[in-house]
């Protein structure tokens, strides 16, 4: 705090002529244009043709202000159920990422011989595209060609309609969205594990713990705010699921249109006779629940962080 | 309890840490484990917590060969230099944790944590993170967090070096006095000799990892074992003249000649003689040498002396009257002046 209180004083004294007042804002504006032209103008749009009923995007008409579209998206059941899915997802794809994560990233540190083999494997999905690497998932799901059912099939199980059966096509989702968010997560887990000083690890053994104790102790509360930064971001982007979709279910939101999700109800209000109304009203209300959510993790954070103090 | 050191040796690839290091440390003690910087003190004392594995060599606690004990079964209490106080717990947490280890009923726990918090005087501070504690208050959590679990050895890596000159003193004082409350065997490492001399029952001299002398404080400073013993204690450091002796004499290489307190020393070979500053007395029967330099410190003089063409730092009484230029006599008095073999640097 003090040295920030500091450096205000510092630049009190510094005497700015009226060019160099302007000369940063020359900079700044090719970025701020950008920036206005491309994303905060869209966003105002948006929040503005929600409570547009009837808006014709052509002829820019609408037949009055109103709260019409945000009625018609909560009432209707498919949104509904888009919704519901896309929480199911969520609260699924992200806890499982971070504990699976955690145990990678965990193992990596620990310096084991396989580093190497794991480094390959966990930055692949990094450098591979979404939709090759879905397509690879798609014959991996194959009911009786993938390699998941073959090892499946290895303990005796028999082989499961992944990208067919309604009820398996949650879980086929779930498992590729984990795995999409996986390198992401260990990378940033596995550097917060480095700046861990491993003098810790060392007074608690002498402490006379170890193992398990020693992670669940000490290392994931040093880890507390990465892990929680991990989540936030995970959960921001695992609301947004879509592009997942299309390789896996051939354009289709799964195998009998059970799997809609939120960003792909709003895609579909704009296929065939376009609804701009009432998809900016769903991608608010999506906006609303995103918002609302992380504020909550914020919050039980301070909350986790303050009662470690008895 | 009883530690023995047998052949302990540490190798780092080829760089040998700890080289042959043979030594008790009786029962009870404070012992100063003190050497200069790199010679191997944190290594050894890696060693006896059980966060190194030996190279080769046997260490045991009384009767119990624990060369191959991890730390966890050791059953010591470890103060690392920088405390290593777990930041995501309170003070209470902290000097809490190794007893849930051993999972030491709730009741019972509190009342240690009370006790021992009462020992060390950070009672006040039970529910303050480490990050809202000062240097001292930190070094004094870290000693409660070593000790509540009652070790059988107590361990401490430079713990003052982080503090000021004042608290470090102070601190000092409550080592020793929570050392002597609770019994327990403790080596203390510093590179301090100063803080080693007033704190320790035992001085262990290391240098470039091999032991040079373990002895008591006072025998240390009276009686060093080899030359970097007698030049590591005392302050100042000790004066060192180049020379040879024979027949009662210690001839300099610049030609001047002193007699020597004990004639019957004879080197034959070039020898240092190593003169505590203390050694020296006014006397007539002296020999003559100028006052280059004088430094009153408290009741008495430093005198920068020349003898020959050799400057020596000298104590010399205030009331002698002496000033700049003067030429005094002196002798040496029989205690603190040591001969050492200039090549291997022994006591003769
Ligand atoms: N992990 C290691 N790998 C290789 N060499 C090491 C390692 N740890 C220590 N050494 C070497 O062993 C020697 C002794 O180191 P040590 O840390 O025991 O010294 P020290 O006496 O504690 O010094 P200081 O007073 O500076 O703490 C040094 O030369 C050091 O470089
Ligand atoms: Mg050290």
Known sequence: MSKRGDLERQTDYTQTSRLSKIEPLLYLAPFMIGILVFTLYPVVNVVVISFMEDYNYLTRAFSRLGLGNYINVLSNKYFIQALSNTFIYVLLVVPIATVIALAVANTLNQKLKLAGLFQTAYFLPMVTSVTAVGLAWRFMFNERLGIINFFLSLLRIDPVGWLTKAEWSMPALVIYGIWNILPFTIILLLAGLQSVNPMFYTAARVDGSKGLRIFFRITVPLLAPTIMLTTIVNTISSFKVFNELFPLFKGQAGPFYNLYTVVYFIYEQMAGKPRLGRAASAALVLFAVIFILTMLQLLIQRRWNRSGRM | MQVDLVHVTKRFGGATAVDDFTATLADGQLVALLGPSGCGKSTLLNMLAGILPVTSGRIRFDKDDVTHWPPERRGVGLVFQNYALYPHMTVAQNISFPLEIKKTPKPEREKKIGEIAAMVHVEELLNRRPDELSGGQQQRVAIARALVKQPRLLLLDEPLSNLDAR???????????????????????????????????????????????????????????????????????????????????????????????????????????????EAFAIDDGGFPC????????????????????????????????????????????????????EETGERI
């Open chain 2, 167 to 277: 608290l470090r003193l102070e601190m000092r004082e409550e080592i020793r006095r929570v050392q002597r409350e609770t019994g327990v065997t403790t080596v203390f490492v510093t590179h301090d000799q100063e803080e080693a001399m007033s704190i320790s029952d035992q001085i262990v001299l290391m240098r470039d990892g091999k032991l040079q002398q373990c002895d008591p404080a006072q025998t240390l400073y009276h009686n060093p074992a080899n030359r970097f013993a007698a030049e590591f204690l005392g302050n100042p450091p000790i004066n060192q003249l180049h020379g040879k002796a024979s027949s009662g004499r210690f001839k300099l290489s610049c030609g001047a000649e002193i007699p020597l307190p004990n004639p019957a020393t004879d080197s034959g070979r070039p020898a240092i003689m190593a003169v505590r500053a």
């Open chain 2, 290 to 341: 100028k006052v280059s330099e004088l430094f009153e410190i408290g009741k008495e003089e430093m005198a920068s002396l020349k003898i020959g063409g050799e400057t020596v730092r000298a104590y010399l009484p205030l009331e002698g009257g002496i000033r700049k230029g003067d030429t005094v006599r002196v002798k040496l008095k029989p205690r603190g002046v040591f001969l050492f073999d």
